[in-house]
């Protein structure tokens, strides 16, 4: 089923005929780890690559990038109160590659990771917020560039955790959270989710749950709350699928 839902989102992109991608991924403690771990950190190359972990079902691959768009972020969201951290080398792992590969995508790409998975990670107001000052930040770019805010990740996810399948290495805990989310995004309630998803609630669904905030994260960058113009979920690996477009000159 996941297979089917990527080709309707990949020709949603094709639709859209975007510039750049703005991308909030997660980091698996690959591309940073403990030692050195922001909460935030934007990309600010000529180009990067991965997978630096070894996902098998994901091609090497080298991705272009556009230093003076992500430049131009890392300062406007300085300036809105936000400190995010800045990498000049970067090579990220499977999270944000596996969309494009699977969508067959090969964009220009500024690549903003997330800590979402290590405690202590951002509350959900926080990366929403975030998100609404990259938006801000990708409307006041000169030149004026068509671009696409992308995110990736979970909703109910449990990795190596109690909550396991019997013979998998993650478990989806709450199904009934997927639904809640689905629903309150479906009727565009975003500010409601992001009110809901305490850390609490979070950590309730799965160590992998915080995931969801580079989902906030995208829709802040929005800067309106439109109902989706497709959001299906996958219950099978507590995921959902989502397209969303901006009010023009937005």
């Known amino acids: 089923r996941a297979a089917r839902q990527f080709p309707r989102v990949a020709a949603a992109i094709a639709e859209m005929e975007p510039d750049a991608v703005v991308a909030f991924s997660p980091d698996h403690l690959n591309t940073?780890?403990?030692?050195?771990?922001?909460?935030?950190?934007i990309g600010i190359v000529d180009e990067f690559s991965g997978p630096n972990d070894g996902y098998p079902p994901v091609a090497a691959k080298t991705l272009r990038s556009d230093p003076a768009l992500a430049r131009?972020?890392?300062?406007?969201?300085?300036?809105?109160?936000?400190?995010?951290?800045?990498?000049?080398?970067?090579?990220?792992?499977?999270?944000?590659?596996?969309?494009?590969?699977?969508?067959?995508?090969?964009?220009?790409?500024?690549?903003?990771?997330?800590?979402?998975?290590?405690?202590?990670?951002?509350?959900?107001?926080?990366a929403h917020a975030f998100g609404t000052a990259v938006g801000a930040a990708i409307r006041s770019y000169e030149p004026d560039l068509r671009v696409l805010v992308l995110s990736d990740g979970g909703v109910i996810q449990e990795v190596g955790g109690p909550r396991i399948r019997p013979g998998r290495p993650d478990g989806t805990p709450?199904?009934?959270?997927?639904?809640?989310?689905?629903?309150?995004?479906?009727?565009?309630?975003?500010e409601r989710l992001v009110e809901e998803s305490t850390p609490q609630r979070i950590a309730e669904v799965g160590n992998a749950a915080g995931e969801l905030l580079t989902a906030l994260a995208m829709l802040g960058a929005l800067g309106t709350s439109p109902a989706p113009e497709l959001i299906e979920p996958e219950p099978e690996i507590g995921h959902m699928f989502g397209v969303w477009r901006a009010e023009e000159g937005g």
């Open 32 to 41: 940073v780890f403990f030692d050195n771990l922001p909460s935030l950190l």
């Open 72 to 126: 131009h972020i890392f300062l406007a969201t300085l300036r809105a109160d936000f400190d995010p951290a800045r990498s000049e080398s970067l090579i990220v792992d499977h999270s944000l590659l596996v969309p494009l590969q699977i969508m067959g995508l090969d964009p220009v790409v500024v690549p903003i990771v997330m800590n979402v998975l290590a405690p202590p990670i951002l509350s959900a107001a926080r």
């Open 174 to 190: 709450d199904q009934a959270w997927l639904a809640h989310v689905i629903e309150l995004l479906g009727a565009g309630e975003v």
